[in-house]
């Protein structure tokens, strides 16, 4: 038996104190950028990504369609392992098909659908347009357009086929293969579309080129995409069917692997990362999860691209409670990053360390951040988007979104939780609710700006800078309690008042 000395501590426990800010240490000017695998300690990480947020390995977060919404914001998604092997590598796939501008189009119809399918359609992906092709995929022949605005039920019937009020392809501004995104953008601006259908000479459809992605690229300029373009994804692997699983992700084009698992030091781990090594030299395979240096050392030398440190600390986690395993994300990091550094000295390999569960606000992230963490693994946080894969649940006129545990007995991801080999015996986690906050195209922005400005109070220009020179404190309760307002709100007396 052994006691570690000191205090396990939380990232919320921490304040940070300002350093001189530069001339040039504005917002414009910093470089939110990081490496997200292993490389020379004095050379650059083969894959970066320009925000170093990246979504949870969860049913309940990454899907296709948030993978390509974090990427285009400059950040990566892990889609889920809990699933067949082959629908796994189809998410891979569905996120690979995309090019940033070009669009793979998702939200199809046969002109044979009726209104009322494809009204259907249009409200549960909350979007207003559908492409219409000849058998109703993303590469069938290109036959019109149906807008949210081209027909009105109750004023047209909903089983009217959607060949009777789509636009069709005679009608509408399209551009043939060859077509640069340059041009493609011109053309939606020079001729005011939101849609511009990229169509092959046989006819078939190519792509989408659509005013949205054109703007979300200014507003975040440096998408996380490969060598063609295409959006980054990553996959996550477990360690018992992993010889089946990475063949069809590295096949699907996964560019990162991850282990999926609550506790990460084991030899199972070990096994799965040597096989991977082996047969895939050429992929990046993450571990985890740990919380301390004996951990990070035994995967990092295992071979692992970057090492995931938290348990029991992710808001739908009762791990702690159940098990009495885990440790403040804190002290987890700080012991974590120690070892980081001391492995970087003696082998010159930078084995990234990503900061995962319990982050839920921008002090978290900035806390993180400055401890050492090159990136951050968010559940809660995109949940409550539009963009993840849950329901949105209505109770008393709050709007939620579904957010559950992998180790809950909704998820039963037993290939996570190293209970027993086919369903948990207890759950280690919960099925929960999470507000409903809108876009994460809306949401990062914000959390960015926070970000930014509190690496500007901390005068780091970079987030390698934000390491090696942040001061932080641990604060006891009293002075933590003075972090929020210290008045009543305006807005809650109001509500009080009227209510
Ligand atoms: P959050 O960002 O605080 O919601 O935490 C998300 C993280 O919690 C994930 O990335 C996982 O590491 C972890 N996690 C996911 N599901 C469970 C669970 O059921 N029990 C414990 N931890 C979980």
Not at 14 to 37: K, Q, R
Not at 223 to 234: N, T
Not at 272 to 277: D, E, M, R
Request: net charge negative; glycine share 10%.
């Amino acid at each position: 038996m052994r006691i570690v000395d000191g205090v396990s501590r939380s990232l919320n426990e921490f304040l940070l104190h300002p350093n001189l800010t530069g001339e040039n240490c504005t917002p414009e000017n910093i470089d939110l950028s990081a490496p997200l695998v292993r490389h020379r300690a004095d050379g650059q990480s083969p894959v970066r990504v320009a925000l170093p947020l990246v979504s949870a390995i969860m049913e309940a977060v990454s899907s296709p369609e948030m993978a390509i919404a974090l990427a285009q914001a400059g950040g990566l998604s892990f889609i889920h392992q809990n699933q067949p092997v082959a629908r796994e590598a189809d998410d891979v796939r569905t996120v690979k098909q995309h090019k940033a501008g070009f669009r793979h189009s998702d939200l199809n119809v046969k002109p044979s659908a009726t209104l009322g399918e494809v009204s259907e359609l249009l409200r549960g992906a909350g979007q207003d347009v559908a492409v219409v092709t000849s058998d109703g995929t993303g590469d069938g022949v290109f036959l019109g357009l149906i807008r949210k605005d081209d027909f009105f039920l109750g004023r047209h019937p909903a089983d009217l086929p959607v060949s009777e009020r789509m636009r069709p392809a005679a009608d509408l501004v399209t551009a043939g293969p060859s077509i640069s995104l340059q041009d493609a953008n011109t053309l939606l601006w020079d001729q005011r579309l939101d849609v511009l259908p990229v169509v092959r000479e046989d006819g078939r459809l190519a792509a989408l080129v659509l005013r949205r992605d054109y703007l979300l690229h200014k507003r975040f300029a440096s998408e996380s995409v490969d060598g063609e373009k295409r959006f980054l994804v990553g996959a996550g692997i477990n360690t018992r069917d992993y010889e089946d699983r990475v063949p069809a992700l590295v096949a699907a084009g996964a560019d990162l692997l991850c282990t999926d698992s609550s506790d990460g030091y084991s030899v199972w781990q070990e096994r799965t990362l040597k096989f991977i090594a082996a047969r895939y030299p050429e992929v990046h395979c993450g571990a985890g999860n740990v919380i301390d240096g004996r951990g990070f050392r035994f995967l990092a030398a295992a071979g692992a691209a970057f090492v995931k440190v938290g348990i029991g600390g992710g808001s739908i986690c009762t791990t702690r409670a159940q098990k009495g395993i885990g440790r403040g994300q804190a002290t987890a990091l700080i012991d974590v990053i120690r070892e980081r550094d001391a492995y970087a000295r003696e082998t010159g390999w930078y084995v990234p360390v990503c900061c995962d569960g319990g982050v839920a606000t921008e002090k978290e992230m900035s806390v993180a951040l400055a401890l050492g963490a090159d990136f951050i693994m968010l559940g809660r946080v995109f949940a409550g988007t539009r963009e993840s894969p849950s329901r949105k649940v209505t109770i008393d006129g709050k709007v939620f979104k579904e957010y559950w545990g992998e180790g809950s007995r909704r998820a039963q991801n037993a290939a996570r939780y190293g209970q027993g080999e086919e369903d948990l015996a207890f759950p280690e986690g919960v099925d929960g609710l999470v507000p409903y906050t809108g876009s994460l195209h809306d949401n990062l922005p914000v959390t960015i700006a926070k970000i930014k400005a509190t690496m500007v109070s901390c005068g780091a220009t970079t987030l390698r800078a934000f390491h090696e020179t942040a001061v932080l404190e641990p604060v006891p309760d009293a002075t933590a309690s003075q972090n929020g307002a210290q008045v009543m709100m305006r807005d809650r007396v109001a509500a009080a008042a009227a209510s």
